[in-house]
């Protein structure tokens, strides 16, 4: 959802609301992205109509305290708005005549069940053909959805990059990269990371990174 509709958003929200008989509904955003500081920030040329639809949410959430920060520092510079600490521990502030609060929530895995996956025998057995498969080369798993924002494409420049001017890890690390979908994928998110993995392979060899697509079925690229 972007931003700058949520001022709209919170009016189509209201008039919605009150015909359904609860004007007191809340909006919340969750920002997925890192957030970034007031400096960088305040470069973009639509800056304060992107922090005003911000704004309008009533709960905003962010991964980490550090992106919290620096929304709050971007929102300050730009619309003067002083967030204090509210009762529960939580940030917020007095924004056009309501409150509006701050969350921050970690993204986390459930280790347990990671752990009861990788040993069973069956993971065990495909982990030991990789390692014998790489023998001697760290391995790099990459497990990504095929979305532009998780940034797979540039991780696959960087690490073409990195070989380009370091040749002598060419022989000692890999990627095993799995590519999941994903209901938002966006067209041709697919096919410009292919693009990318097959012309690094064409420039310094097909054995630095190895692809596996999952969807209905399981392929091996």
Known sequence: LSPVCLGSLRRAASINAEYMGNPQAKIGL???TVFPTSEVFRC????????????SADIIGF????????????????LHLDFETQEGGSLGVECNGRKLE???????VDSEHIA??????EIQRRAKELRDKYKGRRIILGIDELDIVKGTLLKIQAYKRFL?????WK??????????????QLKGCRDDIIEAIENLK???GGDILEVREYSNATTSA
Do not use: C
């Not at 701050?102 to 986390?108: A, I, K, N, P």
């Not at 380009?164 to 002598?168: A, C, D, F, G, L």
């Open 44 to 55: 973009l040329p639509h800056r304060t109509n992107i922090i005003r639809g911000i704004t």
């Open 102 to 108: 701050l969350q921050v929530s970690h993204v986390g």
């Open 164 to 168: 380009e001017q370091h040749r002598e």
């Open 202 to 204: 064409m420039g310094l």
């Open 171 to 184: 022989k000692e690390i890999v990627i095993i990269q799995i590519l999941k979908p994903t209901s938002n």
């Open 30 to 32: 969750f920002i997925h």
């Open 116 to 121: 009861n996956l990788a040993s069973k025998p």
């Open 63 to 78: 991964h980490t305290y550090d992106y919290a920060r620096h929304f709050i520092s971007s929102a300050k510079r730009l």
